[in-house]
């Protein structure tokens, strides 16, 4: 069994949405997330709060972001077990990330720490 | 107290007591010592109180034969003079004669350390289980036995094993440094957590041992709540849960022994004052910042004290055991959530999500999809509570499976 990260792409992470909706959002993830530990192949993940963002670039330097020139970002990623990458993919299909138009779940495999990859 | 029951009482209650100050007295790897002792005293009082009376203060009587027994044995045995005096007369002033602390605050101070001691990271976690009934509750072996389901022989076996860890590792009765307390404890809680669901979930028919092991397991994490440096909010977690479990007692047996499921429960039974106990401890046990899994298990364990269902009891306990299956799977959790989540996206979706489960050699995971397909396909209902008939070993789990074949 294989370890994958599914990692949560936003398309606009300026777009700011009520509190209540954020809360509606928690909750479906959390299930999402309780889906896939109940079949036992949750391994780990986080979510990335957008406020207080900060990119360092070429020559360090700091800008607010990252939503300066790209508006894409990340809002957080989880690791699964998985058989395949097909399954992998099936875990990812059910993030409710996808609700949002222009978002992606990307999937990767996790590189093995036996010098293979 | 009629004398009959006195002395069992007051070996509930002291051998404990007598042991915990002895093995610290002696060291470990004289616990056999200890705890010989501690019975020797009890047979003294065996012998004598039925002939000469019950003595004005028992505990006392108790205290003062455990004394003797213990100063004679340091002064006759030469092999014990050699090994332990040293050891003894290496902590004392010169001159001194052993002397035996019984008193309320060493005996507490005793109790406390033998748990850690015996919940020390080198001992197996079934035999600190073990030794926590024999050495900090005073149970017998044959009562040990009983709720084990098993023989006296096969305990003593275990017990023997257990003693050869604590002695090999050369565990020390002491308390743990500041900064290893919260590690430390870690082992206790498990133990405590397994010790009271040993006797909540023991398929054992003496009710009135198991509570016990229930209310030892209580007595045990109230002492960690009780002593300032190891009153950490996951102790008061712990004790929440087994104060919100322990409510239940009463309605969970039938009349005839036989176990009452929770839908089926009369709430009048449910024990108010551990209820509204649990709470309180609850309550303290949010002061921290670190969420563990005794936390969420008691949340949940306290919505389950409201026996109406709402959306918003199920609503919360569906996110308590997402959370509670993100810090570490177990097959129960994994299907206690499932059925919460038919209570909040209904059967349909919860038999979806039951199928990916991958637990077809366990009865809970059919007795649970029987129950879902109930009132949508009532032929793979049965279906599914005939497999878990057929996979479930013990004769109550096959009674109530059944009673719900019956009732379809």
Same mark, same amino acid.
């Given at each position: 069994?294989?370890?994958?990260?599914?990692?949560?792409?936003?398309?606009?992470?300026?777009?700011?949405?009520?509190?209540?909706?954020?809360?509606?959002?928690?909750?479906?993830?959390?299930?999402?997330?309780?889906?896939?530990?109940?079949?036992?192949?949750?391994?780990?993940?986080?979510?990335?709060?957008?406020?207080?963002?900060?990119?360092?670039?070429?020559?360090?330097?700091?800008?607010?972001?990252?939503?300066?020139?790209?508006?894409?970002?990340?809002?957080?990623?989880?690791?699964?077990?998985?058989?395949?990458?097909?399954?992998?993919?099936?875990?990812?299909?059910?993030?409710?990330?996808?609700?949002?138009?222009?978002?992606?779940?990307?999937?990767?495999?996790?590189?093995?720490?036996?010098?293979?990859? | 107290?009629?004398?009959?029951?006195?002395?069992?009482?007051?070996?509930?209650?002291?051998?404990?007591? %007598?042991?915990?100050?002895?093995?610290?007295?002696?060291?470990?790897?004289?616990?056999?010592?200890?705890?010989?002792?501690?019975?020797?005293?009890?047979?003294?009082?065996?012998?004598?109180?039925?002939?000469?009376? @019950?003595?004005?203060?028992?505990?006392?009587?108790?205290?003062?034969?455990?004394?003797?027994?213990?100063? $004679?044995?340091?002064?006759?045995? !030469?092999?014990?003079?050699? +090994?332990?005096?040293? %050891?003894?007369?290496?902590?004392?002033?010169?001159?001194?004669?052993?002397?035996?602390?019984?008193?309320?605050?060493?005996?507490?101070?005793?109790?406390?350390?033998?748990?850690?001691?015996?919940?020390?990271?080198?001992?197996?976690?079934?035999?600190?289980?073990?030794?926590?009934?024999? %050495?900090?509750?005073?149970?017998? %072996?044959?009562?040990?036995?009983?709720?084990?389901?098993? #023989?006296?022989?096969?305990?003593?076996?275990?017990?023997?094993?257990?003693?050869?860890?604590?002695?090999?590792?050369?565990?020390?009765?002491?308390?743990?440094?500041?900064?290893?307390?919260?590690?430390?404890?870690?082992?206790?809680?498990?133990?405590?957590?397994?010790?009271? #669901?040993?006797?909540?979930?023991?398929?054992?028919?003496?009710?009135?041992? *198991?509570?016990?092991?229930?209310?030892?397991?209580?007595?045990?994490?109230? &002492?960690?709540?009780?002593?300032?440096?190891?009153?950490?909010?996951?102790?008061?977690?712990?004790?929440?849960?087994?104060?919100?479990?322990?409510?239940?007692?009463?309605? *969970?047996?039938?009349?005839?022994?036989?176990?009452?499921?929770?839908?089926?429960?009369?709430?009048?039974?449910?024990?108010?004052?551990?209820?509204?106990?649990?709470?309180?401890?609850?309550?303290?046990?949010? *002061?921290?910042?670190?969420?563990?899994?005794?936390?969420?298990?008691? #949340?949940?364990?306290?919505?389950?004290?409201? +026996?109406?269902?709402? &959306?918003?009891?199920?609503?919360?306990?569906?996110?308590?055991?997402?959370?509670?299956?993100?810090?570490?799977?177990?097959?129960?959790?994994?299907? $206690? *959530?499932?059925?919460?989540?038919?209570? @909040?996206?209904?059967?349909?979706?919860?038999?979806?999500?039951?199928?990916?489960?991958?637990?077809?050699?366990?009865?809970?995971?059919?007795?649970?999809?029987?129950?879902?397909?109930?009132?949508?396909?009532?032929?793979?209902? +049965?279906?599914?509570? /005939?497999?878990? /008939?057929?996979?479930? +070993?013990?004769?109550?789990?096959? !009674?109530?499976?059944? #009673?719900?074949?019956?009732?379809?």
């Amino acid at each position: 069994m294989d370890e994958y990260i599914l990692i949560f792409r936003h398309e606009d992470g300026t777009k700011v949405a009520s509190p209540e909706q954020i809360q509606v959002w928690m909750k479906q993830t959390m299930d999402w997330i309780g889906g896939i530990a109940a079949q036992n192949k949750f391994v780990s993940g986080t979510g990335l709060p957008f406020d207080g963002a900060k990119v360092v670039g070429h020559n360090n330097v700091v800008t607010n972001g990252p939503f300066g020139d790209i508006k894409e970002t990340i809002g957080g990623f989880i690791i699964v077990k998985a058989d395949s990458v097909d399954e992998a993919v099936e875990f990812a299909k059910g993030s409710p990330v996808l609700q949002g138009d222009g978002n992606t779940v990307e999937v990767r495999k996790i590189a093995k720490r036996d010098g293979t990859h | 107290m009629q004398e009959q029951e006195l002395i069992p009482h007051l070996f509930r209650t002291e051998f404990r007591k %007598i042991t915990a100050v002895l093995c610290k007295l002696f060291g470990i790897e004289n616990v056999n010592i200890a705890e010989d002792i501690a019975g020797e005293t009890f047979l003294s009082a065996l012998e004598t109180w039925p002939f000469k009376g @019950v003595p004005e203060n028992p505990t006392a009587w108790l205290y003062a034969v455990a004394k003797n027994k213990a100063k $004679n044995l340091v002064s006759r045995d !030469q092999v014990f003079h050699h +090994k332990i005096t040293p %050891i003894i007369e290496s902590t004392a002033p010169s001159g001194y004669e052993i002397e035996i602390d019984l008193s309320a605050k060493n005996i507490a101070d005793s109790q406390l350390q033998m748990l850690f001691a015996v919940c020390h990271p080198s001992i197996p976690a079934e035999a600190q289980i073990g030794l926590a009934l024999r %050495i900090l509750c005073g149970f017998g %072996i044959d009562e040990i036995a009983n709720a084990f389901l098993t #023989n006296k022989e096969t305990i003593n076996k275990r017990l023997f094993r257990a003693k050869e860890k604590l002695r090999a590792g050369m565990v020390a009765i002491e308390f743990p440094k500041e900064n290893e307390i919260n590690s430390r404890l870690q082992p206790v809680l498990t133990t405590l957590y397994l010790l009271f #669901n040993e006797g909540y979930y023991s398929e054992s028919q003496d009710i009135v041992l *198991r509570n016990d092991f229930c209310l030892e397991a209580m007595r045990l994490t109230y &002492m960690l709540i009780e002593n300032e440096q190891t009153n950490y909010p996951d102790v008061n977690a712990l004790f929440a849960l087994m104060c919100f479990q322990s409510s239940r007692f009463e309605a *969970r047996k039938g009349a005839n022994g036989e176990m009452i499921l929770y839908q089926d429960q009369d709430e009048s039974l449910w024990n108010q004052e551990l209820i509204t106990k649990g709470a309180y401890y609850l309550n303290l046990a949010s *002061r921290g910042d670190r969420v563990s899994k005794y936390h969420l298990e008691a #949340n949940i364990a306290y919505w389950y004290t409201i +026996k109406e269902d709402t &959306m918003e009891k199920w609503e919360n306990v569906l996110q308590l055991f997402n959370q509670l299956l993100m810090i570490g799977y177990s097959p129960i959790i994994a299907l $206690n *959530r499932t059925y919460a989540l038919s209570k @909040v996206r209904g059967n349909e979706a919860a038999i979806i999500e039951a199928e990916k489960l991958d637990l077809s050699t366990n009865h809970y995971y059919f007795t649970l999809l029987g129950e879902l397909y109930e009132g949508i396909d009532k032929e793979k209902a +049965k279906e599914n509570l /005939l497999k878990a /008939l057929h996979l479930s +070993k013990t004769l109550p789990d096959k !009674q109530i499976i059944q #009673n719900k074949i019956d009732h379809l």
